[in-house]
């Protein structure tokens, strides 16, 4: 059996073989993040939500976005955590400007996106970043 784990350095190893090594310098950082959570609607079916959820991963499909994480709470036991949203998306954008051509009318995934869940939730919470 070969064990493979991440040292504390950030390198990759094999049963102490190194194999690639990797600093977080190295990977990719997106310049822009659209973070948003979504409360759906209590009375909402299980079909429902469904369709929510793949209508979100679709937001990938957008000429605009780098890269979509679609994830849903971790239940986190901390007083700290928010665990009462739904859906939670992170869009990647590779510029402030491709966030902004998201967000205007001619990027027909994302306005097709709130045309038809939009009236699914009760709340949507975004958080936009950038690189400090």
Known sequence: MRLIYHDSHG???????TVITLSIKDLPMPAFLHTVHFWLKDELTDDQKHEVLEGVRALAESPNVARVSVRVPA???????????????VCEFDSEELHAAYQS?????????VQNHKDKWTKVLI??????
Request: aromatic content about 8%.
């Open 11 to 17: 390198t990759l190893r094999v049963t102490g073989e």
């Open 75 to 89: 239940g986190t036991p901390r007083e700290v955590v928010d665990n009462s949203y739904d859906i939670q998306l």
């Open 105 to 113: 009318p001619d990027d027909a995934v994302h306005q097709a996106f």
């Open 127 to 132: 958080y936009d970043s950038v690189r400090a």
